[in-house]
């Protein structure tokens, strides 16, 4: 008992300061990129790096699409122009999946939530079912680490449950790979609807890495109309955990 | 003819040295070298015209060598695994995948529930059965009762189904079924080399990346002859070892957890992501995603950053260090992991286990050290004292890895190292060949192997994750143990589904 006592003294309170403060991340993060048409040669060489189709157009449209990005930075390695930087914008994070295409010269915001049913039920309390569907396991831990006391996301309120039928929102990971198709629409049909949905990581968003896969969909929005699309490959906690305190109407 | 070719880790040859032996000469050499204390690698097919070829990789760890055979099939050869318990999910595999038939296997079922790539699987009359539906093995009698669990567990945990035969608390048999997490990797590495082929190749296991992302950049360079600088493999070691610490930690609070023991589980939670933020220090990403590129790695270890992860190490360690002692020092904790989910030394070294599990079950196997990848620096080896295959062991042998592989990164981060980290990598493929690399991931070794068909493309691409060893080894685990010590038996070994399920 002593000794838990000391130990718990010794380890101090460590929640982060996050939204409070600015959160602090890795100098080499990549977050939201930002294009420059106007130096783009349209010379093609960003595309052919891109490991998961994520540049949509080049030349004077240039544009990335963050839901297909696994944010590996080749593109901008490859561009002799320049035309292609990331930015550390964390904020990732977006109700509509249009808004998640970077486009050159754009002044980005970050979505504010417009769902009211949502926030009637929703902005103080979120109980969360996770459910994965064929992905890599990354977006899970991650997802994870928010209950941690690290992050602490029961401060907010939000709480993973351990069955769907205690849930308001289904977060799935993964592309949907077929074998969880079954287990995927009965698990959202099994929660009390109102339900609402997110899609968490690149993979649930578009099928991501795996999006030519013969045994998965190429992410949920085939089956379900995501509520709240959370970009990365895994998407950062500090991304996923903003995401989902905006779509609260938290901060 | 010699009735193996000799292959060292990470480095290719020519597929038409392979030998192809007749079956018998096949069974016999891959069980007699397997008793003689070599251990499967892997074992899988490849259709070859009409037929099918099997191929057998097997590590020898006295020699530091991998000796690979391979023998022709028309669809049923004599089953290996009556001999060979540890070849008994590689011939499901087969099974599934090409409708190779193993006679006389024991237990032959779905292992992903996908369509067969060839012909069609032998349990099943359409052509992709349906996830789960198997013979489970059943218990019949008065008081027995069967436990399902999963897909969708409580936790945010991947799925897969788990199916326990019980007299009231206690387990008897323990059936997993999985393939829930199954995307295709295998079948979408064939063909054309791309920029993708390493990405996907990283994401086998999520947690492994590393590890994954290693063994397919060491695949990629034997084909075109690269070989990344010193300092390259350093950054690559190091952050294996990150990776390592980062789980191992992880676990160790998830079984705090399991058994209420509530401060460690919640200052491991905290500590863990600090070593994955280490890792993010690196290359940006918790996972280490898209630091290992073929030819060496995309970010260098400035002297300023090696100094500041060694500073972070310097405040964290002794953090870490004080939650575990906390915990192997709580008589309520060790009541619970002594004597829990035993796997004995024999029954690991028949099911093949490999890696962390397979040394807490006291087998003295390391790839690091039986076949490292060129002269790669590691940490030094554990001992195996109390090494008996509970709960407890598997514990104990993660607190010492955590130990060996932090003197490990200190040291490497220490010493300052000039070069280049990234050699010229020209992408090249060779038509026909084969190339096999092994790394040592934290769960245990993982095979990549590769056959390749024309010039730049992939004819099979194989990948053998350590979980795919050690599923049965949960499952033995739990043969006469209390049901309600299943989490704490899982979270032991914490194996991968996606690595499983690729
Ligand atoms: S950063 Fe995104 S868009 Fe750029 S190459 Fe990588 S995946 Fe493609
Ligand atoms: S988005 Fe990336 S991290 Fe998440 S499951 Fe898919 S591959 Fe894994």
Redesign the pocket.
């Known amino acids: 008992m002593f000794k838990a006592l000391k130990a718990r003294l010794f380890q101090g309170y460590r929640t982060g300061k996050f939204p409070v403060q600015p959160p602090t991340l890795p100098d080499r993060f990549?977050g939201r990129?930002v294009l420059d048409a106007s130096k783009c040669a349209d010379c093609g060489a960003?595309k052919a790096?891109?490991?998961?189709d994520?540049?949509v157009a080049v030349g004077k449209d240039l544009a990335?699409d963050t839901g297909?990005?696994?944010?590996?930075?080749?593109?901008?390695a490859v561009c002799k122009q320049q035309a292609?930087t990331?930015s550390p914008e964390y904020r990732l994070a977006n109700m509509t999946r249009a808004n998640l295409i970077a486009h050159s010269g754009e002044i980005y915001e970050p979505e504010r939530p417009t769902d009211r049913e949502f926030l009637r039920f929703c902005s103080k309390s979120l109980k969360i079912r996770q459910i994965s569907a064929g992905g890599c396991a990354a977006c899970e831990l991650d997802f994870n680490v928010l209950g941690t006391l690290a992050w602490d996301m029961g401060r907010f309120g939000i709480q993973v449950v351990a069955s769907p039928r205690h849930a308001d929102c289904i977060l799935v990971t993964g592309p949907v790979s077929k074998n969880m198709l079954l287990a995927l629409k009965k698990g959202y049909e099994a929660a009390p609807h109102p339900v609402w949905v997110i899609a968490c990581g690149t993979c649930a968003i578009s099928g991501g890495i795996y999006q030519d896969s013969p045994e998965a969909m190429g992410g949920i929005e085939e089956i379900l109309k995501p509520d709240l699309y959370v970009p990365g490959c895994p998407p950062h906690p500090t991304t996923l955990l903003e995401g989902m305190l905006r779509l609260m109407n938290r901060k | 003819m010699d009735l193996f070719y000799k292959l060292s880790n990470g480095t290719s040859a020519a597929l038409s040295l392979i030998p192809v032996l007749e079956e018998q000469i096949f069974r016999s050499s891959v069980i007699e070298t397997v008793n003689a204390g070599s251990r499967i690698e892997s074992l899988f097919a490849m259709p070859e015209g009409e037929n099918f070829r099997i191929f057998a990789i097997l590590l020898n760890p006295k020699e530091h060598v991998l000796l690979i055979t391979s023998m022709e099939t028309a669809g049923t050869y004599q089953s290996l695994t009556p001999a060979l318990p540890a070849a008994h999910l590689f011939e499901r595999e087969m099974a599934e995948q090409y409708g190779i038939v193993p006679e006389g296997h024991p237990n032959l079922k779905a292992v992903r529930f996908h369509e067969s790539y060839a012909g069609k699987a032998p349990w099943t009359n359409e052509k992709a059965p349906e996830i789960g539906m198997i013979d489970f093995i059943t218990m019949r009698g008065e008081a027995a009762h069967e436990v399902a669990v999963g897909p969708i567990h409580a936790g945010v945990i991947e799925p897969g189904h788990f199916r326990f035969q019980c007299m009231g608390e206690d387990v008897y048999s323990l059936e997993i079924s999985l393939g829930y997490q199954h995307r295709g990797i295998e079948k979408m590495m064939e063909g054309k080399v791309s920029p993708r082929t390493i990405r996907m190749a990283e994401t086998a296991a999520g947690d492994s990346s590393i590890a994954e992302a290693t063994a397919c950049a060491a695949i990629l360079e034997a084909l075109d002859e690269t070989v990344p600088s010193a300092k390259a493999r350093r950054i690559r070691a190091i952050a294996l070892e990150l990776e390592r610490i980062a789980n191992h930690v992880g676990d160790l609070g998830a079984l705090a957890g399991d058994v209420a023991f509530l401060p460690t589980a919640s200052f491991c939670g905290r500590i863990r992501g600090e070593y994955l933020n280490m890792t993010a220090e690196l290359c940006g990403n918790r996972f280490g995603r898209n630091l290992v590129v073929p030819g060496g790695v995309k970010f260098d270890l400035e002297p300023a950053r090696a100094e500041k992860i060694l500073k972070w190490i310097d405040r964290v360690y002794p953090e870490l260090k004080n939650a575990l002692d906390l915990m192997f020092d709580c008589p309520t904790v060790l009541d619970r992991f002594e004597n829990t989910g035993a796997v004995r030394r024999e029954l690991a070294k028949d099911l093949g286990l490999v890696g962390m599990a397979g040394r807490a079950s006291g087998l003295l196997i390391d790839t690091r050290y039986d076949l490292p990848l060129n002269d790669d620096p590691r940490p030094k080896r554990i001992s195996l004292k109390h090494c008996t295959g509970e709960v407890m062991a598997r514990a104990h042998v993660r607190y010492r890895e955590i130990v060996t592989s932090h003197e490990f990164i200190i040291r490497m981060l220490q010493e300052e190292l000039q070069g280049e980290i990234r050699s010229e990598y020209n992408g090249k493929i060779p038509a026909d060949k084969i190339a096999v690399s092994v790394v040592e991931s934290w769960r245990g070794e993982l095979c990549h192997a590769v056959i390749t068909g024309t010039e730049g493309t992939f004819r099979r691409y194989k990948i053998t994750d350590a979980s795919f060893h050690n599923w049965t080894g949960l499952a033995m685990a739990l043969r006469g143990e209390q049901i309600s010590n299943f989490p704490i038996c899982n979270k032991s070994f914490n194996l991968s589904y996606c690595g499983h399920d690729l």
């Open positions: 990549n990129p960003c790096a891109c490991p998961v994520a540049v990335i297909k990005c696994i944010f590996c930075g080749d593109c901008a292609i990331f």
